[in-house]
């Protein structure tokens, strides 16, 4: 009675109404807070048989590397590129997005998961574009490093057959290879070639003069991630071990080959680029007078499928003539092959109905050195290739022209002299090329790349041409470093790499059943909110559960406190 009493009057109606009121409250914020933890902790139970939503013991050994990640500052990003009920509805973003959620909990201090809308906030992942027409799209996948990033489709996480349907989800080993790869040197380096005349910008000597030379060169690449620094080649020392892009800008003299030098120990400057190339999967970027023989270093580039003709290519059909140029400052053709190496890097330019000039001014073109193909087995070897594939032509206009008396096209006061041409070559030219070496590595079966890019033309990394803002020079030729400069690990094909040498080849197979593009919802007799993310064909019991708190429960404490006021009214 004295219960009743207190309730009834004073201070104890108001009591027990708030007592009433938090453990509404208390409910919704519980319920709240398990939908959090069920989305982003992964409170779940993985009854899959493929154990789809399980890191597996393999993956777990594998990335125990993040925990010795030096920058205690730094964390591994993995961005998803629309919203969480959009990845968890689609078939293909489904398990990566999990597989990520679950290595975030295993590493929490290493590893963190995030999901960027890109069709509504496109701005959100502007940091991760090579170039300002880069397309990143919703099923894109986003993993980052500090300044170091990848993107990955989510398509790329499974294995399909000849038909394309799927048979395995391979995204522990894709998504490993790809935290080893971004992580694989916290300080990638760009170095300039010095010692033979060429145009550089020197870091360690920030008031030198002949630094404004290469400075839009110099802010593309810093642009790009990449620490610069200078790389003396005629010291007879091996290109760095954290190189990944060397610069040869305008050399004036030629290089020494392996006939220059008598020693045991003397490796050619010709030699070190190929090692560079050969034994480190390396990048070069070339950009050379066409006019200038150097005879070593010709036959370096040349071994390497480019044969760059003694010419100026002019084009009286396509050329900037508002700039007072002339005709040799031309206009070059993007390559709309849909499976050519150009288009890899600059489709979202040349799919334009007017695409951003790419210029070239005072080039010569590039025979292709490979014979009648554009593919040539490198020697000494039956597996590994060397594939020279066009960059930019000239457009059907164009003409080469060769200089008749051998006085060469350059004034004594260093101008561009045109006054003595013979014409020797007409039509389509290349008048910049990619050589791609392509290894096959024994134990994981991937592709190991190298790149060389050679333009034949001593402004082709100038200022004026770089630099210019109104040109697409800059933004292509970044969004060709950004491709050539990538640093490639791999993680353990324990994992299932594409390897006939992986004991679990392709990863985790799909059991007798097809997938579905749709999770299916079903409530549980016991009031849990159940859903079959898996959405299998087959009806196994292949489900997750999540513990959700649902509307019942809130109505049921509701229905206390109407209870309670009307008794003790």
């Known amino acids: ?21 938090l453990v509404v409250v208390g409910l919704v914020a519980l319920n709240l807070l398990l939908s959090y933890f069920g989305s982003q902790r992964l409170l779940y139970i993985d009854l899959t048989p493929e154990e789809f939503y399980t890191v597996s013991d393999a993956m777990e050994e594998q990335m125990q590397f993040v925990e010795k990640l030096e920058d205690k500052e730094k964390k591994i990003k993995i961005t998803f590129c629309t919203d969480p009920d959009i990845l968890t509805a689609n078939q293909n973003l489904r398990m990566p997005y999990f597989l990520a959620l679950g290595l975030a909990k295993l590493h929490p201090e290493k590893i963190e998961v995030e999901t960027v809308n890109v069709t509504y906030n496109p701005t959100a992942v502007s940091k991760y574009k090579a170039n300002s027409m880069t397309r990143i799209n919703p099923t894109d996948i986003i993993i980052s490093y500090g300044d170091r990033y990848r993107i990955v489709g989510a398509d790329n996480m499974w294995v399909s057959d000849s038909t394309g349907e799927l048979y395995s989800f391979n995204g522990e080993y894709r998504m490993a290879t790809i935290m080893l790869s971004v992580t694989a040197k916290e300080r990638p380096v760009a170095y300039f070639v010095t010692g033979h005349g060429e145009t550089y910008y020197d870091t360690q000597n920030p008031t030198r003069v002949e630094n404004a030379d290469a400075q839009a060169i110099y802010d593309l690449l810093t642009e790009r991630g990449l620490e610069v620094k200078t790389f003396d080649i ?18 004036r003299e030629d290089y020494h080959s392996d006939g220059d030098r008598m020693s045991l120990d003397y490796i050619s400057e010709t030699e070190i680029l190929d090692r560079y190339l050969v034994r480190d999967q390396g990048a070069i970027m ?3 007078d066409p006019t200038i023989k150097l005879h070593n270093f010709d036959l370096f580039l040349y071994e390497w499928g480019f044969d760059i003709a003694d010419a100026i290519v002019s084009d ?15 206009i070059g053709a993007y390559d709309t092959d849909t499976d050519s190496y150009g288009m890899a890097i600059y489709e979202e330019y040349a799919s334009l109905p007017s695409a951003p000039p790419m210029v070239f001014s005072k080039t010569g073109f590039i025979n292709c050195a490979f014979g009648a193909g554009y593919t040539t087995n490198e020697p000494g070897t039956v597996t590994v290739n060397r594939n020279y594939a066009p960059f930019f032509y000239t457009s059907g206009y164009a003409v080469a022209y060769t200089d008749s008396d051998g006085a060469g096209k350059y004034g004594g006061d260093g101008a561009y002299n045109v006054g003595y041409h013979d014409a020797s070559t007409h ?29 034949p033309s001593a402004d082709a990394f100038s200022n004026a041409i770089l630099g210019n803002g109104s040109y697409a020079n800059f933004e292509i030729m970044s969004a060709l470093v950004e491709n050539i400069s990538r640093i490639d690990a791999y993680a353990s094909i324990e994992l299932g790499g594409t390897s006939f040498n992986s004991p679990n080849l392709g990863g985790k197979p799909i059991l007798d059943v097809s997938i579905s593009s749709e ?12 859903i079959v993310l898996s959405g299998l064909t087959s009806g196994k019991a ?26 003790y009214r």
Request: glycine share 8%.
């Open 519 to 530: 999770p299916i919802y079903e409530t549980t007799d016991e009031g849990l909110y159940e």
């Open 1 to 21: 009675m004295k219960i009743k009493k207190f309730i009834r009057e004073g201070a104890g109606k108001y009591i027990a109404l708030a007592v009433i009121l």
């Open 234 to 251: 005629t010291e007879g020392k091996l290109v760095p071990e954290d190189c990944v892009l060397l610069v040869i800008n305008n050399p």
């Open 542 to 567: 292949t489900t997750y559960f999540v513990v959700i708190l649902t509307v019942p429960a809130i109505i049921a404490a509701v229905g206390i406190v109407v209870r309670v006021k009307r008794k």
């Open 316 to 330: 009286e059909e396509y050329y900037l003539d508002q700039s007072g140029g002339g005709t040799d400052k031309i």
């Open 286 to 288: 070339v950009a050379k």
């Open 427 to 455: 039509g389509r030219m290349d008048i910049a090329g990619v050589t791609t070496r392509m290894a096959i590595d024994q134990y994981t079966a991937e592709y190991e790349y190298s790149y060389i890019f050679c333009s």
